[in-house]
């Protein structure tokens, strides 16, 4: 079940909902960020929290590199309810090294992301949320839940929400997570499709455009072929006419 967990967690991580913005500057939250030089030792987590990790920072970085304030919201929050999730699970020995982790990871994006949050109040209090996600050791589950409001983990993607609901027992968030395999399987085959859709509506778009193009292409030739004519036929009655002194 333990694993079970993990494994759907870190599938959990991949979906993206879109969220409100606000109006705040997000400088002093990440500045703070940038404050943070822990070095943690990821071999020291379990297979499944660095996948989980490793798919979080992804898809920061994918969000940070299309500059999408909206999935940026969703991916802090979706960082900072992976943590309450690992609690959740029971396992707050990973979460705390995994705290730093993304402190750290965020850090060295700092500035990037405070291009895309400027004047973002909900992306700003997420920053803060994860800056002061606890890390040291002698940090009970409780202080750990407590870190992350209802408000962050409402932000978050649908499963995630489940798994990091306030009160959700180590059961109750894989329960809540078993349907994302399932989920995640359906978003990327609708991905997929939606893919292979684009790519033949180019296509079509292509061969459409290419063939108003011969079209323009013959019109204009037989167009020209037939002014050619006609000037030919307008010189040979000029000249017969000349010829004819008329």
């Not at 292509?206 to 030739?221: L, M, P």
């Amino acid at each position: 079940m333990k694993k079970l967990f993990f494994a759907v967690l870190a599938i959990a991580a991949l979906t993206i909902s879109s969220c409100g913005n606000k109006t705040k500057n997000a400088a002093e939250a990440t500045d703070s960020l940038v404050d943070s030089t822990a070095v943690v030792d990821t071999t020291a987590l379990a297979p499944e929290t660095q996948s989980m990790f490793k798919i979080l920072s992804y898809k920061l970085s994918d969000v940070i590199a299309k500059k999408d304030p909206k999935a940026l919201t969703t991916v802090l929050a979706d960082i900072a309810s992976s943590y309450k999730a690992l609690v959740n699970a029971g396992n707050l020995k990973d979460a705390l090294p995994f705290a730093q982790l993304v402190k750290d990871y965020v850090a060295k994006n700092a500035e990037a992301i405070k291009t895309i949050a400027s004047g973002n109040e909900t992306i700003n209090d997420l920053l803060t949320t994860i800056q002061n996600l606890p890390t040291d050791a002698a940090t009970t589950a409780e202080a750990a839940k407590a870190a992350v409001t209802n408000d962050a983990v409402n932000l978050a993607s649908t499963t995630l929400q489940k798994a990091a609901a306030a009160g959700a027992t180590a059961q109750a968030a894989a329960e809540a997570l078993k349907s994302m395999p399932t989920v995640a399987a359906e978003t990327a085959a609708t991905a997929v499709d939606q893919a292979k859709a684009a790519a033949v509506d180019q296509a079509n778009q292509t061969v459409e455009g290419a063939k108003q193009e011969a079209t323009d292409a013959a019109n204009k030739t037989v167009t020209d072929a037939k002014a050619k004519a006609n000037q030919s036929i307008d010189d040979a009655a000029a000249a017969a006419k000349k010829g004819l002194g008329l």
